[in-house]
């Protein structure tokens, strides 16, 4: 894909008979995703942590387009419990999936332990999507051109697993906590990726991050230094939410998208710009750091991945 092209959301096939998840739509990217899906006709679940929330970002996605095929379904991915309630639901109800976008995420709160007892950050931003995937993959591999699209973020460059202290009890810092669970979305989107095409799987795993794009992730970070330097002093630099959506709408609908590889802005620093293929860190598409967060993603989840190698 050329960078030339500016691929918009214009572009985006009909989407009338697919039906897609998106987590964390009730604002941000997920609210822009949901959107844009919805405005070609695709059915969409709107997966968020407040229903409140969820309910009025769909009047706002109908306000727009009237008849868009909206669902509102609870998931909060922090709580384990809750991402195999909304499974089960939505197996209970929905035959098949062809679009899975893993894009809920929290950013650089003060050290916060999930229900099950994991660091906020690694449990929302990873384990939750992990489990999620794995309990609906069954679902993807019935629908049709199927795929599982991962946001992580150009700090996974920076990120590394804090093997030895993964919930951060003997030391603690915001943001290379989260730069740790931005590292984990890539390294899983990569071999999720690997394990599909080494089983033969049809559903591809793709990866994309949205640049630096205003969302409530940094507004709303109670970290006083993260939130005056991401939503104040670089705010005059940052993208629209529907701008910063593009890559990770890309990756979930052109033609021509391959598994495993990795969508974001074309522009100075991937800050900004129209979709384009980047590259993944060396150490993310490392096999043993893949074969190792695997491991440890299903004993701390108890969700394996059935048919995958």
């Keep these: 894909m050329s960078k030339k092209q500016h691929w918009t959301a214009d572009q985006i096939p009909d989407q009338s008979t697919r039906v897609s998840v998106v987590t964390g739509a009730s604002s941000g990217l997920g609210l822009a995703t949901a959107r844009a899906l919805a ?65 809920a995420g929290v950013m650089a709160p003060p050290r916060t332990l999930s229900a099950q007892g994991h660091e906020l950050q690694f449990a929302c931003n990873h384990l939750g999507h992990f489990a999620l995937t794995g309990l609906l993959l069954d679902l993807l591999a019935e629908g049709s051109d199927s795929r599982v699209v991962t946001v992580t973020s150009t700090n996974h460059r920076q990120g590394r697993l804090h093997l030895d202290d993964l919930s951060g009890e003997r030391s603690y810092s915001p943001m290379g906590f989260y730069n740790q669970s931005k590292f984990a979305n890539a390294v899983f989107g990569w071999e999720l990726h690997r394990r599909l095409a080494a089983s033969g799987g049809s559903v591809r795993s793709v990866l994309a991050h949205p640049g630096y794009t205003s969302t409530n ?73 893949g074969r190792r967060l695997w491991q440890l993603s299903e004993d701390l989840t108890d969700v394996r991945f059935l048919n995958l190698i």
């Design 39 to 103: 405005r070609k006709s695709g059915q969409v679940i709107l997966a968020v942590r407040d229903e409140a929330k969820g309910r009025l970002a769909a009047a706002r996605i109908t306000a727009d387009h009237p008849g868009a095929a909206l669902e509102v379904r609870r998931l909060d991915l922090a709580d384990l419990d809750s991402v195999r309630e909304f499974a089960d639901g939505l197996r209970a109800d929905h035959p098949r999936l062809d679009v899975l976008v893993n894009n």
């Design 217 to 289: 992730l940094q507004k709303g970070t109670p970290v006083a230094l993260v939130k005056v330097l991401f939503g104040r002093v670089l705010a005059p630099l940052a993208q629209s939410p529907e701008q910063g959506a593009l890559p990770q709408l890309y990756a979930a609908t052109a033609p021509g998208v391959n598994s495993g590889e990795f969508i974001g802005p074309g522009g100075f620093a991937e800050l900004r710009g129209a979709p384009t293929r980047v590259r993944l860190s060396t150490a993310a598409a490392d096999p043993e750091t």
